[in-house]
């Protein structure tokens, strides 16, 4: 008979085996609910990742279709943006000639060459429209005109001016006001505003004649939202940004000149920049064509007006109505050239000489006049010495200096020119 004792320890191996079922089916069921746990709660992440992922779709389509939408409007409203300085960038002669219809013509000829051009060089939609404004002193340019022979009137130029407001209602020819700045200042202000609107599809910008414009064009190089018209020969310091934007010639509108010969002044060229433009010396000597403009066939005894004199026979005057000086511009080559000869300021300038006369002929030179470029040079040399009458002089012949004309002049005993000749104010507002 076997021994009890390994029957107890065979049904102790038994009872172990029988445990550790039981632990392992507990075991099982145990991590079996986990399992159910985690995919309840991953199913109910799921469900709400679904309705996120359901959410942003539905708002993803409705904000496609905004966009479309917005798009559609956008297009609507696209246009380009056709910029002129009416005071630098003269218009043909048979168009100003030719009255209202002229204008119209003028107006529908630069807006369908402008839409022709950009079309040319980028898609456009559809609908895009043309904006056109053209910025000028107009009374200026009516006195230009008038003087000219081109209007017979100076109110016939404000036919022309109608009827180019009236061609289409997106062309504008607007009176900017008496000075120079008055257009140079809203044509930049539109300049950067159609530039940077996202409505605007293309700048045509028509001042090319005015190297004033190269710091606001300068900032642009190479935008390919941009470009220049040509009519008159491109200014110098404009001429070197043309090649970073397109170019559109417009000869069918614009003059291929700054200038249109005066009837009214022994045929000189007359500067369609109007004589109260706002000019300081460094403005001016930066920007040749805001200078009074100086004949090229004078006769060999120079007329007041051909030495130089502004076309309004008048003195320029700033705000507090003190008389100016008006800038010239002439070389360092001329002004040595003058120096070293002794001529006779006065003959050269103004065409007469007090101190000539039969019993005591004037000691300083009276022979064949100096070129235009001298004449400028001579009459700056004769700035340096002040007028004894100072800012209040008002004889129109007087060739003399009314402020110092030194650069950054310290008033040091060196200089001839009082305490109040210095500092002054040169901002002309006006001519009388």
């Known amino acids: 008979m076997d021994n009890p004792a390994l029957f107890e320890a065979r049904w102790a191996k038994l009872q172990a085996a029988e445990d550790e079922k039981t632990n392992l089916v507990q075991d099982l069921i145990k991590h079996t609910r986990e399992l159910e746990t985690k995919l309840s709660d991953t199913q109910a992440k799921l ?127 607007v009176h900017a006001g008496d000075g120079k700045e008055c257009a140079d200042e809203k044509m930049r202000a539109i300049f950067r505003m ?28 190479g935008a390919d ?27 069918e509108v614009f003059s291929a000149t700054t200038q249109i010969v005066s009837k009214v002044s022994t045929g000189r060229a007359l500067q369609t920049r109007p004589a109260t433009a706002s000019n300081s010396y460094a403005t001016a000597l930066s920007n040749p064509s805001m200078l009074p403009p100086v004949d090229t066939n004078q006769s060999q005894r120079p007329t007041g007006a051909q030495a130089g004199v502004p076309l309004t026979s008048g003195l320029a005057r700033n705000a507090a109505g003190q008389r100016i000086d008006v800038p010239l511009i002439y070389s360092g080559k001329a002004m040595k050239k003058v120096k070293a000869r002794k001529l006779c300021k006065k003959w050269h300038i103004i065409g007469s000489c007090s101190y000539d006369t039969d019993r005591k002929p004037c000691v300083y030179e009276h022979s064949a006049r100096v070129d235009e470029n001298q004449l400028a040079a001579l009459r700056g040399l004769a700035r340096f010495s002040p007028c004894p009458k100072g800012l209040q002089c008002g004889d129109t012949s007087c060739i003399l200096g009314h402020q110092c004309p030194k650069t950054n002049c310290t008033n040091g005993r060196d200089c001839n020119f009082g305490k109040k000749l210095h500092g002054v104010d040169t901002k002309i507002v006006s001519w009388d």
């Open 47 to 173: 469900e709400r990742e679904h309705d996120v992922a359901d959410m942003y779709h539905t708002r993803e389509k409705e904000q496609k279709g905004h966009l479309h939408k917005l798009t559609q409007a956008l297009a609507k409203m696209s246009y380009i943006s056709v910029l002129v300085d009416g005071d630098c960038m003269l218009f043909n002669q048979d168009l100003v000639t030719a009255g209202e219809g002229g204008g119209r013509q003028a107006a529908r000829l630069l807006r369908s060459a402008a839409l022709a051009h950009v079309r040319s060089v980028r898609d456009l939609p559809a609908n895009t429209e043309a904006v056109v404004r053209v910025y000028a002193n107009i009374h200026g340019l009516s006195k230009a005109y008038a003087d000219a022979g081109w209007i017979p009137t100076l109110a016939a130029f404000g036919t022309f001016a109608n009827g180019f407001n009236k061609e289409d209602a997106y062309c504008d020819f």
């Open 194 to 221: 159609s530039v940077d609107s996202c409505q605007c599809q293309h700048v045509i910008f028509g001042g090319s004649a005015d190297n004033g414009y190269a710091r606001l064009l300068g900032s642009y190089r």
């Open 225 to 251: 939202k941009i470009t220049l018209i040509e009519g008159p020969p491109f200014a110098k310091e404009i001429s070197e940004l043309a090649p970073s934007f397109s170019i559109l010639k417009c000869t």
